[in-house]
């Protein structure tokens, strides 16, 4: 049998069916992987085949539709295709729930859309633990909805409240979370996954029915009677418009097609899914969602110099606030790279070693990471009211107030510490890089990085070059922001630099607007209700 996207061997009876999207560096579906995955079924089917593992030959489980798909797609043909991948799903659903042949689901890395209701189809879900597995519903964040059935398996796999959750969120799941929620049943080391699969299969394993009982009972005190069911729905609705202010149709028709196959059945369920699908991918928000999408995907592979980086392995980080503790704990924790925050005295020492120490045990807190990992963190991370520790750092990214002869006494104390070829990076909102520079002995290795408050959830970096800024730390600087977990832009020095600059003119028209004797709730309510998180 000739596959394209697939790799499929079979010893003693035991399938094991690794996707691998040719050509592409992670799996997606699309019509060429629809039309191979019939063909492996057509085996898979067979008599000889008496358990399937089903797994990925790549770093990544499935990370869900091609996007690049949904450019192609009008609303008749996007209902038609998404009927179309339903059946080819139930084929893979009817092994184990018709022909009795148990087909495991070996997940690690990105588990995503397509990618966890194919893992649903299995009767038994294994994860691999780490950081890396990420299990969940994003749709509504490109404004569409699950299609291959997630609206009607996640419900029926951890409860209506939980899969509504996740599907209106789009929020991802870890490898542990998931198994809390029941969404998988068996986490086991990365390098053990095929291992613990493959011994699944012969078992015959079944799904284990995760969720506590407590959880159950709870669930099915609400879920299994129409009031219940009523009050569920209300409050999830709710939930919702308070975030979208009615702005973005996907969550609402999610909602809507959870609640048809509740309440008559998953095959009506089916069919408002693949309805509300071809309605949605070809709506003006969809469309303006994937855009920024694209938009995002075309920044990460952008380097914007061809120079290449300076390794970093140690950062020093002058300020411990709350941006200096914010940019010490990505540095630590995503870039996994060891951080020494300096400060005035060791009281401001403690305050930024004690912000770094909450972020990381609130991801603990939220079941996001191990205690041992949070531990190895930490253990990257120190601190001085000196500048000893800091000579031998690849990095020093300055974080204290907005005081341009402070900023530039740093700079000079810095440079007299600091061994050559160190880059030093400024934290600012609005003061020029080459101001800061002026005094510097080296003003090639002066750079802006500019982070946005609160550093650990907001992912822009706005990477500020001058005239002299070398293109290598420029290189050093985008490569840094990238392992911190940013998005990067760079931009030219200049007043304001580009954020504050297209700022400025919103926050304006906000004040001539309260000249002219609007309230400043009205001004507020009216550009949360356009959209905007919070008014100017």
């Not at 028709?253 to 309440?263: F, K, P, S, T, Y």
């Not at 946005?452 to 420029?474: G, K, N, Q, Y």
């Not at 922001?481 to 832009?489: P, S």
């Amino acid at each position: 049998m000739e596959l394209t996207h697939f790799r499929l061997t079979v010893e003693d009876g035991i399938a094991v069916v690794a996707m691998d999207r040719a050509g592409e560096p992670m799996n997606t579906i699309g019509p060429d992987l629809m039309a191979d995955m019939s063909a492996v079924l057509d085996r898979l089917e067979s008599d000889d085949v008496t358990a399937v593992v089903w797994t990925s030959a790549k770093k990544d489980f499935l990370a869900g539709a091609d996007i690049r798909w949904f450019e192609t797609l009008d609303q008749e043909s996007a209902e038609a295709a998404i009927i179309a991948g339903h059946a080819v799903f139930a084929r893979l659903e009817a092994l184990h729930r018709e022909r009795g042949k148990p087909v495991i689901a070996a997940i690690r890395g990105a588990c995503l859309g397509g990618g966890l209701e194919m893992a649903m189809l299995a009767s038994y879900r294994i994860a691999a633990d780490g950081d890396r597995t990420q299990v969940g519903q994003p749709e509504v964040q490109l404004g569409v909805i699950p299609a291959g059935g997630g609206t009607q398996r996640l419900p029926a796999l951890v409860g209506i409240a939980a899969a509504l959750d996740l599907i209106l969120s789009g929020r991802p799941l870890t490898a542990r979370q998931a198994k809390r929620m029941g969404v998988v049943d068996e986490v086991v080391a990365d390098e053990m996954l095929l291992e613990a699969a493959l011994r699944r299969a012969r078992e015959g394993a079944a799904h284990s029915g995760a969720r506590s009982l407590l959880d159950r009972v709870k669930g099915a005190a609400l879920e299994g009677n129409p009031a219940g069911r009523r009050m569920l729905f209300s409050r999830a609705e709710k939930t919702m418009l308070a975030e979208t202010k009615g702005n973005y149709p996907a969550p609402a028709r999610a909602l809507e097609a959870v609640r048809i196959g509740v309440e008559h059945g998953r095959e009506r369920g089916l069919a408002a899914e693949a309805r509300f699908f071809g309605e949605l991918v070809a709506s003006p928000q969809s469309r303006a969602l994937r855009s920024i999408f694209f938009a995002g995907q075309e920044l990460k592979k952008e380097r914007w110099v061809t120079e290449a980086a300076h390794p970093v392995s140690k950062v020093g980080v002058l300020g411990g606030g709350l941006m200096g503790g914010g940019i010490a704990a990505v540095t630590a924790w995503r870039a996994g790279k060891t951080v020494r925050i300096k400060e005035v005295d060791d009281a401001g020492v403690g305050r930024g070693l004690g912000y770094v120490n909450k972020v990381i045990a609130d991801r603990v807190r939220r079941r996001r990471m191990a205690s041992s990992e949070a531990e190895r963190i930490m253990n990257r991370v120190s601190g001085s009211s000196g500048w000893s520790g800091l000579g031998n750092a690849d990095v020093l990214i300055e974080a204290v107030f907005e005081d341009l002869a402070l900023k530039q006494a740093i700079l000079q104390e810095a440079e007299a510490v600091a061994r050559a070829g160190t880059v030093f990076a400024s934290n600012t909102s609005s003061l020029p890089i080459a101001d800061i520079a002026a005094i510097s002995a080296h003003p090639e290795t002066v750079i802006g990085m500019h982070y946005f408050s609160p550093v650990e959830r907001m992912p822009l970096l706005e990477v500020i070059v001058t005239e002299d800024t070398a293109d290598w730390v420029t290189a050093t600087a985008v490569e840094l922001g990238k392992a911190q977990g940013k998005t990067v832009i760079v931009v030219n020095d200049g007043t304001g630099f580009y954020t504050t600059r297209i700022f400025g003119p919103y926050t304006n028209e906000a004040a001539f607007l309260l000249e002219e004797g609007a309230a400043i709730e009205a001004v507020d309510e009216a550009m949360v209700r356009w959209g905007f998180p919070v008014g100017p």
